[in-house]
């Protein structure tokens, strides 16, 4: 049996160590120790693509922003998926990991970076989306581990009130808002509808034909009409009308 080889390494923003490994044909990616992604589990980044994109199905020439390069899984389902005239921005933080994409992991996807739809850019995604008013008809995120940050804390500008109410601005009227995550997060939910979007969350599998692992992608739009079917509605809590005080049934007078 081959041995898991590491083969690059870099540091994050906050000095973490992000290792790549290669196991025969796979791939993994780790973060101080912990596994952040593996090529035989991306069953859940192709779902992030096919539930953000559901709506440009014949659209001739959309505009999409994709948030975290990662392998290049949520990119090749995009690109399938998307008219030859469409354009797809990638948004990556990292410079090694593009290196990586270009080197080692191109083959994972067909090369998917060669496209000439593609457009890369490199830095901060929450200064990207900001200067991107009203430029996208999809923005698919998949940052770090979801809204639950492992790799940057400065990802956490990305899935608070700032950067969600930044990606609003850069959507197109009847554009949809994607969010792949890790775990769940009713917080998080409530986010997003506080920030005037209709939601949708769906419980994806990590990889195909696996029940025991599973991950999240929320489907976020001011247009309730063009989120995909299926998944679940999160509500925001009833206000308590009552302001605190506890009501008293008072018996009517005889």
Known sequence: MKPRVRIASTRTPDGGEMLLYQHDRDFSITINGQDLMHSRQHESEQALARLGCSHLAGRKAPSILIGGLGMGYTLRQALDMLSPHAQVVVGELLGAVVEWNLEFLGELNDQPLGDERVDLKTGDIVELISRSRNRFDAILLDVDNGPSVMTDSGNRRLYGREGIQACRRALRKQGCLAVWSAESSKNFEQLLMSCSFHVRRFRVSAYKGSKAQSRFVWVASEDKSILPRGGGE?????????????????????
């Open 234 to 254: 999160p509500r925001l809590p009833l206000k308590n009308t009552s302001r605190g005080k506890r009501r008293v049934h008072r018996p009517a007078k005889p």
